[in-house]
């Protein structure tokens, strides 16, 4: 079946430090990918998405891209500030199955 | 657009007795999904309907559980009767169908069952 394999948490960061958090999937067809949020005691809001091989998702300043060859969708950021601190889940949708499959979550902190 | 509604934002309730959470989809959205967080499992998808038909029921985890969509603004998931072990966050999401369409989520249900 489906799946999205997560690094672990919770990654610390400084101020303004470049992030990557891993996410690799397994999916019988061609899913759509996301990266969702989560800020503390909140619901998961979309950050991006990409919906084919080579799409580049973007938004507030992270940004992923839908590898087919390495079945990989890694979140990036070039500087992260403290108000980025959340937990942040990559998922993939499998549009025959109706399914979103998540990935285990990963948080991150942000210090001064 | 409002996005999903969900109530109650805060339920604390005794062993035993039932809940009833509710959801209200996003206009036109003909898929909805409950999901349910906790720290132990993450993110699990108890049900999720399509125009208002049970797909896939697999992820109720037993029988005191139970989802509803009587039209397609409206969806409850009960529990009956509780258990502290069903204390969690229970999200509800809507989507329109499309494919590459977003699931949007809606705020969460936070349980506690003491």
């Known amino acids: 079946g489906d799946s999205v394999t997560q690094m672990e948490g919770p990654v610390t960061l400084s101020e303004e430090a470049f992030l990557t958090i891993n996410c690799t999937y397994t999916?019988?067809?061609?899913?759509?990918l996301f990266w969702y949020v989560q800020y503390p005691g909140e619901g998961l809001q979309l950050l991006l998405k990409a919906t084919k091989a080579d799409d580049k998702g973007s938004n507030k300043g992270f940004e992923a891209t839908y590898r087919k060859e390495t079945t990989s969708f890694h979140l990036e950021k070039g500087s992260v500030q403290v108000s980025d601190s959340a937990v942040y889940f990559c998922?993939?949708?499998?549009?025959?199955?109706?399914?979103?499959?998540f990935g285990t979550g990963t948080q991150l902190k942000v210090e001064l | 657009d409002a996005g999903v509604i969900q109530s109650p934002r805060h339920e604390v309730t005794e062993m035993g007795q039932e809940v009833t959470l509710r959801c209200k989809p996003i206009s036109g959205h003909n898929s909805l999904f409950w999901y349910r967080q906790t720290m132990m499992r993450g993110l699990e998808l108890l049900i999720y309907f399509n125009n208002n038909v049970p797909i896939d029921d697999s992820g109720m985890p037993e029988d005191r559980f139970s989802a509803k969509m009587p039209n397609a603004s409206f969806s409850t998931l009960k529990i009956q009767p509780s258990e502290p072990r069903d204390s969690a966050v229970y999200f509800c999401a809507s989507w329109q169908g499309l494919s590459g369409n977003t699931i949007y989520f809606g705020e969460g249900s936070w349980l506690t069952v003491v």
């Open positions: 999916a019988t067809g061609y899913p759509s």
């Open positions: 998922a993939l949708f499998d549009g025959g199955g109706n399914k979103l499959t």
